[in-house]
């Protein structure tokens, strides 16, 4: 009589590999569509932030020159900013070109800070994902030349 020897299995079968490849792909798919949202709001957040420090950039150096300083669109807010230099031939202080995705909308053509730190205006600032319609921040900016961002909309 043959003997039967009996082998261990080692590894996984073509049938649990495939099961779990299909949970995996299940999982993938849910988690995308969020994931997005995730990123659109990142880069909602980071656009704001880098306006509000370029508005607090704005208002100490008008202060330590003890001269107004202006924060310009270049040519749109979307676009990017820049703070002008207030010596006359003087590169500017700051040029920040904004990546795509945002959209800034604003009635203010540009921001003034005097000697004192105080803008020429209050203004708003309305930042909008393209992509993600629900990423929307505000960014007030005082008279007082103080600035705050809130989420949601002006």
């Known amino acids: 009589m043959p003997s ?19 949970l ?5 798919s849910v988690a995308v569509p969020f994931y997005g949202d995730i ?3 990142q880069r909602n957040r980071a656009a704001a932030s880098d306006l509000h420090s370029a508005l607090v950039m704005a208002r100490s150096e008008a202060v330590k020159r003890n001269t107004p300083v202006t924060l310009s669109p270049m040519p749109t807010w979307s676009e990017g900013w820049r703070i002008v230099s207030p010596v006359a031939g003087q590169p500017d202080l700051l040029s920040h070109t904004q990546p795509s995705g945002i959209t800034i909308d604003s009635a203010a053509g540009s921001v003034v800070f005097g000697a004192s730190g105080r803008a020429n205006a209050a203004v708003e600032f309305e930042l909008t994902s393209d992509t993600n319609a629900n990423s929307v ?3 007030n900016l005082g008279i007082d030349g103080r600035a705050s961002v809130e989420k949601g909309g002006c």
């Open 24 to 28: 995996l792909a299940i999982l993938a």
């Open 4 to 22: 039967t020897r009996l082998y261990s299995s080692r590894g996984f079968t073509i049938i649990e590999l495939m099961v779990a490849m299909a």
């Open 39 to 41: 990123i659109a709001d």
């Open 137 to 139: 921040r505000c960014l």
